[in-house]
């Protein structure tokens, strides 16, 4: 029999992202612009780790005109600066300069247009290949910038961790893979503008590792850095169909729940099999920038990926179905007399002699 949707334990934290690196540029000859770098703290996995590491590109804007086209940006560790093979100089009548910068500078995942405003994102279906695009923009000009003009580059995609917990203390709970599912695979992000998902098609992003056993929540699979987009929510399978799906956003995770005292007997799955457990995730609307930290509890076991009974409606199938075994009636029999002889009295004791 179904149950009422659970209320799962799925939390998700979206955090500011407090990674920007922020990048002067500077004079090297009295009118050279050149960078140097004033906060080098990017240091999470998957993510622009450091500038004097990652070369950027840079292209400056003079009104309505390309003042210089993209430029590639390299450390240079003699001046401490970053700078470039051809060099830029300010303009003589202090016209103002518009900057756009973005990092990496090349990647399979990520295309632009060639001033730099629109960018074209398909994460790699590989966590741990997923790229960080940062960008940033500014102006300055020759009478005002003598210090430096400041890029603060920001984060433009969304980064996005699993954490595993089991808050049931009489279950063990072993899982050995992860997967964000339902959730858009590219993107388009116009600076000014934002994001469009037009043609965006619904993907997942699993990952396996090694069985491992969850009490306390503790993070499953590699960092994800995916595209900014509302997630869909959804309460029910499709329909009441036997092997109807579920069309909402989801994490799916592979798992096997045992009692947790000896004999350690399988609830869900066995020695060689995992099961794959569903939970719906919120319609959380991810923004470039932010992190988003989803912790799934285990205890409640999830609800299988489709449909599993029929005639009995949509509503989603719970895998373990909570019920505890326990005992509602307990009684002793009375003593039954052994009667020697047969006879009627019930109570015929057994003769001892010598």
Known sequence: MKKNLYILAVACLALASCSNDETVATRHDPNEISFRALNNNITRSADITSFTTTPFMVRAVKGSETYFSETQ???????????????????????????????????????????????????????????????????????????????????VESKVIIQLKNSNSNLKITANKVEIGNVKNNGTYTMGTGWDLTGATNTSYPQSFSGTEYTTATQAGDDMILIPQTLTNATTYASGEV????????????????????????????????????????????????????????????????????????????????????????????????????????????????
């Open 73 to 155: 940006y390299t450390y240079d560790s003699g001046t401490s600066s970053w700078t470039s093979t051809t060099k830029h100089y300010w303009p003589s009548d202090d016209a103002q300069l518009t900057f756009h910068a973005h990092a990496p500078i090349s990647n399979a995942q990520i295309t632009h247009t060639a001033d730099e405003s629109t960018f074209v994102v398909t994460p790699s279906a590989t966590a741990g290949e997923q790229v960080d695009l940062v960008y940033a923009t500014t102006t300055g000009k020759k009478s005002t910038s003598s210090a430096g003009v400041v890029l603060t580059f920001g984060h």
């Open 243 to 354: 092997g109807a799906a579920f069309e909402g956003s989801y994490i799916k995770v592979d798992l096997k729940i045992q009692n947790s005292t000896s004999p350690y007997a399988y609830v869900v799955g066995d020695a060689d099999h995992f099961v794959t457990a569903l939970f719906p995730l919120p319609a959380t609307a991810w923004t470039s920038g932010y992190k988003y930290i989803y912790t799934v509890d285990l205890a409640g076991g999830g609800y299988f990926p489709t449909n599993t009974s029929a005639g009995t409606g949509n509503a989603l199938d719970p895998i373990l179905d909570d019920v505890e075994i326990k005992f509602v009636t307990v009684t002793v029999s009375d003593w039954t007399p052994y009667d020697s002889d047969s006879s009627t009295d019930g109570n015929q004791p057994i003769d001892v002699g010598m």
